[in-house]
């Protein structure tokens, strides 16, 4: 196994979204049947802490799986925000004097009621 820097990704790669998605369903059924289990069930002790165990492992997965998808996400916006190639637009100069040729318009009667 080789460690890779500074390449890209390849989404095609690593897990997707759907793997994610089963991942984070399985460990809010698992957190949720917990205190169930405990308070309405009352099931063993030794079973509650197993599937807190199961649920604990889960809970790693699902953070490499979204680290990797983040990644490849943020890395995909980042190659499209590049700098475009050319020459760069005209140099606008902002001033705060108005030009000297400008005059004040004429008032008029727009908007008013007749």
Same mark, same amino acid.
Not at 77 to 105: C, L
């Given at each position: 196994?080789?460690?890779?820097? $500074?390449?890209?990704?390849?989404? $095609?790669?690593?897990?997707?979204?759907?793997?994610?998605?089963?991942?984070?369903?399985?460990?809010?059924?698992?957190?949720?049947?917990?205190?169930?289990?405990?308070?309405?069930?009352?099931?063993?002790?030794?079973?509650?802490?197993?599937?807190?165990?199961?649920?604990?492992?889960?809970?790693?997965?699902?953070?490499?799986?979204?680290?990797?998808?983040?990644?490849?996400?943020?890395?995909?916006? #980042?190659?499209? #925000?590049? #700098?475009?190639?050319?020459?760069?637009?005209?140099?606008?100069?902002?001033?705060?004097?108005?030009?000297? +040729?400008?005059?004040?318009?004429?008032?008029? $009667?727009?908007? +008013?009621? +007749?």
């Amino acid at each position: 196994m080789s460690i890779r820097t $500074n390449e890209e990704l390849d989404p $095609n790669e690593g897990p997707g979204f759907g793997c994610f998605v089963w991942q984070a369903i399985l460990f809010a059924g698992l957190l949720f049947l917990i205190p169930i289990g405990l308070f309405t069930f009352n099931w063993p002790v030794w079973l509650l802490v197993v599937l807190l165990l199961v649920d604990m492992v889960l809970l790693f997965f699902i953070s490499m799986t979204s680290v990797f998808l983040l990644r490849v996400f943020f890395a995909d916006r #980042r190659r499209r #925000r590049g #700098r475009t190639i050319g020459a760069a637009g005209p140099t606008r100069v902002i001033s705060t004097k108005p030009p000297p +040729e400008t005059e004040p318009d004429a008032p008029t $009667n727009e908007g +008013e009621a +007749e």
